[in-house]
Nanobody, 117 residues
Framework: QVQLVESGGGLVQPGGSLRLSCAAS????????MGWYRQAPGKPRELVAT???????DYADSVQGRFTISRDNAKITVFLQMNSLKREDTAVYYC???????????WGEGTLVTVSS
């Protein structure tokens, strides 16, 4: 049974920074891509960033230049460094891992990020 646990969320002032972590446990065959999604109040879930096992990354336009995604393949852990946070970044952030074999698609339960003064 695969389990993803996010941590690092909380309350931060506009312009501040937070670093989210997602640790995976259980049996994962082969990772295709890891990423972060978020869902703001009253809005649908959206993709924030992805990272491949070789380190290639993609970002949503709204976070480009402010957020950085990274990973530790050995520990199956993915991070999201968030800088210059805006009120619009307030959302529940979800970790996601997709696998090559077995068409795996795993989600964490989410961690809340609130940007407010």
């Amino acid at each position: 049974q695969v389990q993803l646990v996010e941590s690092g969320g909380g309350l931060v002032q506009p312009g501040g920074s937070l670093r989210l972590s997602c640790a995976a446990s259980g049996s994962i065959s082969s990772i295709r891509v890891m990423g972060w999604y978020r869902q703001a109040p009253g809005k649908p879930r959206e993709l924030v960033a992805t990272i491949s096992p070789d380190g290639g990354t993609d970002y949503a336009d709204s976070v480009q230049g402010r957020f950085t995604i990274s990973r530790d393949n050995a520990k199956i852990t993915v991070f999201l460094q968030m800088n210059s946070l805006k009120r619009e970044d307030t959302a529940v952030y979800y970790c996601n891992i997709r696998t090559v074999y077995g068409n795996g698609n795993y989600w964490g339960e989410g961690t809340l990020v609130t940007v407010s003064s």
